[in-house]
């Protein structure tokens, strides 16, 4: 195997097998994707071990191979592992779903908080739990039901010989307040036990999650999250504009539709599993590459960032406020609120808007 170093920092490198292949790694974003990834692990295991039944890191390790005592197994392996694995799951598919958005409208602000597939798997939630008194179930798919057809409303209206980046955002942030207008409506329509277990849905919340939870989310991942990555190279020859990536070969509109379509479905799927977590899809493909200082949408670390933030924000919410646990939904929130303030006065300064 040869390795060869390309760019002026040194930070890119060339590899090339013995069978000819060749390829080319970002050392920088290497590392940054192990270290985030050695921060979700961390989290994670802080998390199996947080509750009324504490353990040390030591013993949950254990545990997880298969060494602690009938207990521990049942705490590990029934109550508190899916809570843990669909977070995971959760924060990699919005920090996907945020940085496919962000990278197609070529604008941080072009998230799916702000362009209203959050809001539209809402409704469809909300939908369910009002109209139907449904169970866990049809209120996921309610949620994936409502996020797909927000998605396609959004990218026909938003249509016009192409789907342009402000454009796009500008319709998603009218769908977003139509969206966030019809959540109102319908909790006033709902009698106070509906409203009741509405509100508790809509703040986004990893508690009680178990391997039902688990099972859609690591399916659909595991079939999308490669899917997108495959279109890695279209993507970031679409972030230089439509005319450049069909100059260099891309479909461009086949394109975006195929990465938009997986990212709502992503985004729709991590909202039926967890409820309407705020910011994280937001933050996380931005901090990603602030991280990595890489060109491009930087998939694999958005999504370990969207991994990491999730199970922070979750750990915070569990015990940086003694026996009062809040859900994820309210840290994310508050954090990506002032991380959206702060973007917003860089754009300001930059002069991008």
């Known amino acids: 195997m040869k390795t060869r170093t390309k760019g002026a920092a040194g930070a890119v490198r060339a590899v090339r097998t013995g069978g000819g292949l060749s390829f080319r790694v970002d050392v920088r974003a290497f590392v940054v994707i192990v270290l985030l990834a050695a921060v979700a692990a961390g989290a994670g295991i802080v998390l199996i071990g947080s509750g009324d039944y504490a353990m040390t890191p030591g013993e949950v390790v254990s545990t997880l191979f298969g060494?602690?005592?009938?207990?521990?197994?049942?705490?590990?392996?029934?109550?508190?592992?899916?809570?843990?694995?669909?977070?995971?799951?959760v924060g990699a598919a919005l920090g996907v779903g945020g940085a496919v958005f962000q990278t197609i409208?070529?604008?941080?602000?072009?998230?799916?908080?702000?362009?209203g597939f959050g809001q539209g798997a809402t409704v469809g939630a909300l939908t369910v739990i009002v109209l139907s008194q449904g169970g866990a179930a049809v209120v996921a798919g309610g949620a994936v039901v409502g996020g797909l057809l927000t998605g396609a409303a959004v990218y026909l209206l938003?249509?016009?010989?192409?789907?342009?980046?402000?454009?796009?955002?500008?319709?998603?942030?009218?769908?977003?307040?139509?969206?966030?207008?019809a959540t109102q409506y319908l909790i006033?329509?709902?009698?106070?036990?509906?409203?009741?277990r509405a509100v508790v849905w809509m703040t986004g919340s990893l508690d009680g999650r178990d391997w039902a939870q688990v099972w859609p989310l690591l399916v659909v991942c595991g079939l999308l999250i490669p899917l997108v990555f495959g279109h890695g190279r279209a993507l970031r020859m679409?972030?230089?504009?439509?005319?450049?990536?069909?100059?260099?070969?891309?479909?461009?509109?086949?394109?975006r539709l195929v990465l938009m379509g997986c990212a709502v479905l992503l985004v729709a799927v991590a909202?039926?599993?967890?409820?309407?977590?705020?910011?994280v899809s937001l933050s996380a493909p931005q901090l990603a590459r602030r991280l990595t200082r890489s060109p491009g949408p930087n998939l694999a670390p958005a999504a370990f960032m969207g991994a990491a933030l999730l199970l922070v924000a979750d750990w915070i919410a569990m015990d940086a406020f003694g026996d009062r646990q809040l859900p994820v939904g309210v840290v994310t929130g508050v954090l990506g609120g002032c991380y959206l303030l702060w973007l917003l006065v860089s754009e300001r300064r930059a002069g991008r808007i």
């Open 67 to 89: 060494h602690g005592t009938f207990q521990q197994e049942f705490i590990v392996t029934d109550l508190r592992l899916p809570r843990v694995l669909v977070g995971l799951l």
């Open 271 to 279: 909202t039926a599993a967890a409820g309407p977590i705020a910011f």
């Open 158 to 181: 938003a249509w016009k010989r192409g789907v342009h980046g402000y454009r796009l955002v500008l319709v998603g942030i009218g769908a977003a307040a139509m969206l966030t207008a």
């Open 188 to 196: 006033t329509k709902a009698d106070l036990v509906d409203a009741t």
């Open 238 to 255: 679409m972030e230089m504009g439509d005319d450049a990536a069909y100059a260099l070969g891309v479909r461009v509109e086949r394109t």
């Open 105 to 115: 409208s070529r604008n941080p602000l072009g998230s799916p908080d702000v362009l």
